[in-house]
């Protein structure tokens, strides 16, 4: 059990290790707390602490960095969110609440702004609905070559993906293919479309549209892209800012593995609580030992429950991330909501 001046000191150094990247002595601890101590008493609270672990030393200077142990220990007893500066609250509102037409211009502005605003890597998850059921299908041909489908769920969602197909469209496939998905995917939630989509639906188009097998895959992908959750990656060059050591093999396995999507929802897409934080070998991941990953969802009613994450180094300004990722997370909600009662 810590003491009270322990834990002030342990706060303090975390803090002013994090917002500065340099070693923390008993002086700078002294200026910053105004603890009623000389600065010998805090250079042996300081060795305290570092034989339990908390913190530890560097070869290159006096003063102390925080060890795994003691940002766990921080940020499940010590950390306050920050209070977000107005300048930030104000870009959050202003990109936020532009005027959307598509679901993917949303994630990906929120993802580059999380990217910004933190100057970490961000991870946006769009919402998953699994309840939604598929209302209405539409294929509209645009062009000899182009087709507009239009997906619309009993949420209100309507998504409108335009493809190219590789040879000249045949209206009477369009009917064909149109007929088929109304008839037997038209009622049934999103989960249940993208199983039939993998197990009936290709024998009905060889039986009745085989003209149109080509079609039948590019709109297959269309209706993936619609019921999956929606991702979003920015800010991958940051991690260059925070991994000076990284050596190359290991800097393209990491990029690699950020661009699967698969590997993406592995790390994020389980999160249920309001706030996790997973810190070095917490991850379960092994280019991310000498990473922190914040995670927190987002709630749009009945229209799903997304998730956004930030990936930056163990040092991260954890209770300004807190912060920033709480108010960004409403304004997502609300901007959602507003795209969807459009």
């Known amino acids: 059990m810590l003491t009270k001046r322990q834990l002030i000191i342990l706060d303090a150094l975390i803090r002013l290790y994090t917002s500065t990247g340099q070693p923390i002595?008993?002086?700078t601890i002294l200026i910053d707390t105004a603890i009623e101590a000389s600065s010998a008493t805090i250079r042996n609270e300081l060795s305290q602490l570092e034989k339990l672990g908390f913190i530890q030393k560097t070869h290159s200077s006096s003063g102390r960095i925080p060890s795994l142990k003691g940002y766990r220990f921080y940020i499940d007893h010590l950390m306050r969110p920050q209070e977000v500066a107005k300048d930030k609250m104000k870009i959050i509102s202003d990109v936020l609440g532009n005027h959307v037409k598509q679901m993917d211009d949303i994630m990906h502005q929120s993802a580059q702004l999380l990217s910004d605003l933190t100057n970490y890597t961000a991870i946006v998850l769009g919402p998953r609905a699994?309840?939604?059921r598929l209302t209405g299908f539409r294929l509209l041909a645009l062009n000899d070559n182009h087709v507009m489908a239009i997906i619309q769920t009993d949420k209100g969602t309507i998504e409108n993906k335009v493809f190219r197909m590789p040879k000249t469209i045949n209206e009477a496939d369009l009917v064909k293919v149109t007929n088929i998905f109304n008839h037997h995917l038209v009622g049934h939630t999103l989960t249940e479309v993208a199983r039939r989509l993998?197990?009936?639906?290709?024998?009905?188009?060889?039986?009745?549209?085989?003209?149109?097998?080509?079609?039948f895959l590019s709109i297959e992908s269309v209706f993936k892209e619609s019921t999956e959750s929606r991702h979003h990656i920015s800010g991958k060059l940051n991690i260059l800012d925070f991994s000076e050591n990284i050596d190359t093999q290991k800097l393209k396995s990491l990029y690699t593995m950020l661009d699967s999507s698969g590997d993406l929802y592995a790390l994020v897409d389980q999160i249920n609580d309001d706030f996790v934080v997973k810190i070095g070998e917490e991850i379960n991941h092994d280019l991310l030992k000498d990473f922190s990953l914040v995670t927190t969802t987002y709630n749009v009613r009945s229209y799903g429950k997304g998730v956004i994450a930030v990936l930056g180094p163990t040092s991260m300004a954890y209770d300004e991330t807190f912060g920033v990722l709480d108010v960004f997370r409403k304004q997502l909600t609300h901007t959602l909501l507003e795209y969807y009662l459009e």
């Open 25 to 27: 002595g008993s002086k």
């Open 130 to 132: 699994e309840t939604s």
């Open 198 to 215: 993998q197990r009936d639906i290709p024998l009905l188009i060889r039986k009745y549209a085989s003209n149109a097998a080509e079609m």
